[in-house]
């Protein structure tokens, strides 16, 4: 069977992951311009960065993990990452059901504020979770700042605010996996060596 990318990640046990961080890079530069002001200017569109390692893998844990990673070609192709230990809202973590339903987005305002409906009237969102947004094979995913609504509908605030190709009505709003694309940071996959095991790092940046 070809392989498609973006391509997800090595299906491995979730305790040979022993380090997934994911985080935003937001370029904000400074400058004095006198008189004890500073301005602050954002360089660079902020984007989600993953720290990946692995516990020590055998040969045969190893082997197939090692080919995922030169499939990407040091990056040229793509990742759609989800994150391997946090899959679903922190109330939510037990008791999946009620966010496997996905919502709908019907507008946003603001550049980030989501209304969204169509979501499942038992779903529990708390500020610092992370939801995704999906459209047109586009793919987005923030962290909650704000959040309120009942019943089948939510207003959620959230950051970075998502670019325009998701930010429509009509858009899926995933509450459990969402997904992003990523790519392979050049140089940064290492896999040394100890006896028989072995452990794999890398770095991903998003990459739409």
Do not use: C
Not at 109 to 131: A, F, K, P, Q
Not at 134 to 158: A, F, H
Request: aromatic fraction near 8%.
């Amino acid at each position: 069977m070809a392989i498609t990318f973006p391509r997800e990640l090595p299906a491995i046990p979730a305790e040979d992951w022993v380090k997934a961080d994911f985080y935003i890079d937001d370029p904000v530069k400074t400058s004095n311009s006198g008189a004890r002001l500073i301005n602050y200017t954002q360089t660079e569109d902020p984007v989600w960065v993953a720290d990946i390692e692995t516990k020590p893998l055998d040969d045969d844990e190893f082997a197939p993990f090692d080919a995922w990673a030169l499939s990407l070609r040091g990056g040229l192709r793509s990742v759609l990452f989800r994150h391997p230990a946090q899959a679903y809202p922190k109330a939510h973590r037990g008791n999946h059901a009620p966010a496997d339903d996905p919502g709908n987005l019907v507008s946003v305002t603001g550049g980030n504020v989501l209304s969204v409906n169509g979501v499942d009237s038992g779903l529990v969102l708390s500020v610092g979770d992370r939801i995704g947004l999906e459209r047109s094979g586009r793919y987005y995913i923030g962290r909650i700042t704000e959040v309120s609504g009942s019943g089948t509908t939510r207003s959620l605030t959230v950051e970075p605010p998502p670019f325009d190709t998701v930010a429509q009505a009509g858009a899926v709003v995933r509450f459990a996996n969402p997904a992003l694309v990523m790519r392979l940071v050049p140089g940064s996959y290492q896999a040394p060596g100890e006896g028989l095991f072995r452990t794999i790092s890398f770095q991903l940046r998003e990459s739409q």
